[in-house]
């Protein structure tokens, strides 16, 4: 069975522009959640879908954003980035107990 | 607030010897949740402990759980370098259905020859 894929893997961008990330669970996966990974503030939960909606949400400012789909693909989206965007997010999908994490995406914002 | 304390975070061991880490939290949760990372890569799940009392074994790698003192140890057997990483705990602050984890700041873990 194939893992959770994330696209794009590495992305560059400058402050004030915006960036979609995308995650495609595991198949047969309902629930997908994102994190974030910076050295500083360590693994944060930015938020969860489930069937099309979002269940929960971290604190993160209202930049941050999300969608799933009809097939459980999700994306999040930042706009205007700043430079304290920059760092691997990842992306999990669960369907009881575990949640499996993809192989994230680094966004470096200059 | 739900927190979640690793110690130590950083841990340098020699090969061949044993030693436990401790993930502490500070509310009520039932599920804890070990990984790994590697240096630049994702997070590999380990062990997944879901209930008091719960003993997982893999390799040379043990995880128990104790809800009551809301203590996970991770004990570490024999040490080789292939267990170099971050290990990271994790607590699922669930909120009705919701899946939501707590991360510690995870414990680098260097075992050398």
């Known amino acids: 069975k194939a893992g959770v894929t994330q696209t794009p893997r590495y992305l560059i961008k400058t402050r004030g522009q915006q960036v979609t990330l995308s995650c495609s669970p595991i198949?047969?996966?309902?629930?997908v959640s994102w994190y974030q990974q910076t050295p500083g503030q360590g693994l944060q939960f930015l938020f969860e879908?489930?069937?099309?909606?979002?269940?929960n949400k971290g604190n993160f400012p209202g930049r941050f954003s999300g969608r799933q789909f009809s097939n459980s693909r999700s994306e999040m989206n930042v706009s205007t980035l700043e430079l304290g965007d920059s760092a691997l997010y990842l992306c999990a999908s669960s369907l009881y107990e575990t949640q499996y994490f993809g192989p994230g995406t680094r966004l470096l914002v200059l | 607030e739900l927190k979640v304390e690793q110690n130590p975070l950083f841990l340098s061991m020699q090969e061949g010897k044993n030693y436990t880490i401790y993930c502490n939290y500070s509310?009520?949760?039932?599920?804890l949740y070990w990984y790994r990372q590697d240096p630049g890569k994702s997070l590999e799940s380990l062990f997944v402990l879901l209930s008091n009392g719960a003993v997982k074994q893999e390799g040379r790698l043990m995880a128990s759980l104790d809800t009551k003192a809301r203590l996970s140890t991770l004990h570490i057997t024999a040490a080789v370098h292939d267990l170099s990483a971050t290990y990271f705990c994790?607590?699922?602050?669930?909120?009705?259905?919701?899946?939501?984890?707590?991360f510690g700041k995870g414990m680098k873990l260097t075992v050398n020859p």
């Open positions: 509310t009520t949760s039932d599920r």
């Open positions: 198949s047969g996966h309902r629930s």
């Open positions: 879908y489930f069937s099309e909606t979002q269940r």
């Open positions: 994790a607590v699922d602050a669930r909120q009705g259905g919701s899946e939501k984890l707590v």
